[in-house]
């Protein structure tokens, strides 16, 4: 199935959810909002003639000062029974940055929503463990977030002297082959 004729059939059966889809050099984007991502995306994997059956990527985007609503999570999905792909694009807004967690769907999701988590400061709703997965636990601010400061947060991460520290300690054990 082409690209254009599944987002026809995303916005037949979620015409309410879906806010526009757009095609450039045969990829196709649909941009919905964020209230039923998990039922649009059941649907998509269970329904036998897409069997969205592969998430490829999940990730953020931050357009301040760009766009009416600040944040977009995007979903990459492949299909790898009919060889047909998809990208949806669900709005975030700043006043509330979390959307319900597509794990039940693709348990792929874990680690790409912790990430968007981790770098955006998006959460999932009903993620199992959302925790930072790139940044230590005690990291302030999300880096990716087009206001983070370019160099970093005013105060030095506290955990910055103990890894300079271990990295002494641990160097006779760097193989210098």
């Given at each position: 199935?082409?690209?254009?004729?599944?987002?026809?059939?995303?916005?037949?059966?979620?015409?309410?959810?879906?806010?526009?889809f757009r095609?450039?050099?045969?990829?196709?984007?649909?941009?919905?909002?964020?209230?039923?991502i998990?039922?649009?995306?059941?649907?998509?994997?269970?329904?036998?003639?897409?069997?969205?059956?592969?998430?490829?990527?999940?990730?953020?985007?931050?357009?301040?000062?760009?766009?009416?609503?600040?944040?977009?999570?995007?979903?990459?999905?492949?299909?790898?029974?009919?060889?047909?792909?998809?990208?949806?694009?669900?709005?975030?807004?700043?006043?509330?940055?979390?959307?319900?967690?597509?794990?039940?769907?693709?348990?792929?999701?874990?680690?790409?929503?912790?990430?968007?988590?981790?770098?955006?400061?998006?959460?999932?709703?009903?993620?199992?463990?959302?925790?930072?997965?790139?940044?230590?636990?005690?990291?302030?601010?999300?880096?990716?977030?087009?206001?983070?400061?370019?160099?970093?947060?005013?105060?030095?991460?506290?955990?910055?002297?103990?890894?300079?520290?271990?990295?002494?300690?641990?160097?006779?054990?760097?193989?210098?082959?």
């Amino acid at each position: 199935m082409e690209a254009l004729q599944i987002a026809e059939k995303i916005k037949e059966k979620f015409p309410e959810e879906t806010l526009d889809f757009r095609e450039f050099r045969g990829q196709v984007s649909v941009t919905l909002k964020k209230g039923r991502i998990l039922d649009i995306c059941r649907y998509l994997h269970d329904d036998p003639d897409l069997f969205l059956d592969y998430l490829v990527d999940v990730c953020g985007c931050d357009y301040l000062g760009k766009k009416d609503v600040r944040f977009e999570v995007i979903y990459h999905l492949y299909s790898i029974r009919h060889r047909h792909a998809i990208r949806l694009k669900a709005e975030v807004p700043d006043s509330d940055p979390s959307i319900d967690s597509v794990m039940p769907v693709w348990v792929g999701a874990n680690w790409h929503e912790r990430e968007c988590y981790d770098l955006f400061g998006i959460v999932f709703k009903g993620h199992p463990d959302l925790r930072r997965i790139l940044l230590p636990e005690d990291w302030e601010g999300h880096p990716l977030r087009k206001d983070y400061p370019v160099k970093g947060p005013e105060k030095e991460w506290p955990g910055f002297l103990e890894v300079l520290d271990k990295a002494k300690r641990y160097r006779e054990f760097e193989w210098h082959g």
